[in-house]
């Protein structure tokens, strides 16, 4: 049909042109509605009205008119003049030749209101997309202080830790990574091996900074979680057989057990339950 390709019109017509087509779409299908209705006006004025004196003087001399044939006439013709008959309410109100010359049925209308939802004139250029502002982070380095004092069993446990080569890797913005270091206390930390993950801080598209977001290189290899304890086995040199606890904030008996395991001792139960002891015993030579 004439509208079938609006979307088509819409993507490489003009858009002068598609206005210019837009007003022959709609008057084309104004000018054939009139035209059916103009049809149906001058066949009801065609007909011959009698008065009654004349028609009961002349009903017996005149042949009775035939009605037309409903078959010869065309099923659409039947259909519209049934439409324009039925129209604007429950009553057959008739088109008048003014009506029908200058106005708009509402079928013409509702033809119009179609066109115009489908044929969409564009409303000028696209605007470019304005670019995403870029996400600025500055966060400077700055060492975490611990306030608490350690007991004796800290300061056991770390001694031990730093006499096994044991590190402990973490970032200054850590929470559970500065919750560790407030467990074993001040002097404590003294003796532990602490390493910082981010030394000069966190900057990204910051003014004035180099973009730091990832660990620096003297933590590679462990940061799948902080705070991260690692103890090298006994005999094994640095980075290359090493045990370790990751992610958990542990007391100094914990960590003072870590150091046992990575010289060897096992764990046993019965042992635990029956001396009182850690119940950890030295491996057998």
Request: aromatic share 8%; glycine share 8%.
């Amino acid at each position: 049909s004439e509208f079938a390709n609006s979307s088509l019109l819409q993507r490489h017509t003009p858009r002068a042109a598609k206005h210019d087509m837009l007003e022959a779409m709609i008057s084309s299908a104004a000018m054939h509605t009139t035209a059916l209705a103009v049809t149906r006006s001058v066949r009801s004025n065609n007909r011959s009205y009698r008065t009654r004196s004349a028609t009961q003087a002349h009903k017996h001399e005149s042949t009775p008119e035939t009605a037309a044939d409903p078959s010869m006439e065309r099923p659409e013709q039947r259909a519209m003049e049934a439409r324009l008959d039925d129209g604007g309410g429950g009553g057959g109100s008739h088109l008048t030749r003014r009506s029908a010359a200058f106005g708009f049925t509402s079928a013409a209308a509702g033809l119009a209101a179609t066109i115009a939802a489908n044929v969409m004139l564009p409303l000028g250029p696209a605007r470019a997309a304005e670019p995403a502002e870029k996400k600025v982070v500055a966060v400077p380095y700055t060492p975490y202080q611990v306030t608490s004092d350690s007991s004796e069993e800290s300061i056991a446990t770390a001694k031990a830790l730093k006499a096994a080569g044991a590190r402990l890797y973490g970032a200054f913005w850590c929470e559970n990574c500065n919750k560790q270091k407030e467990v074993l206390g001040k002097q404590a930390m003294e003796y532990v091996n602490y390493v910082e993950c981010f030394p000069n801080g966190v900057y990204q598209n910051a003014p004035g900074h180099e973009d730091f977001t990832k660990p620096d290189q003297i933590c590679e290899g462990y940061t799948s979680a902080w705070p991260l304890w690692v103890v090298p086995k006994d005999g094994a040199t640095e980075g290359q057989d090493e045990i370790g606890i990751q992610g958990q904030i542990k007391k100094p008996k914990e960590l003072l057990r870590l150091v046992k395991e990575a010289k060897g001792e096992k764990f046993d139960p019965l042992n635990y339950f029956t001396t009182g002891n850690d119940g950890y015993t030295a491996p057998s030579k």
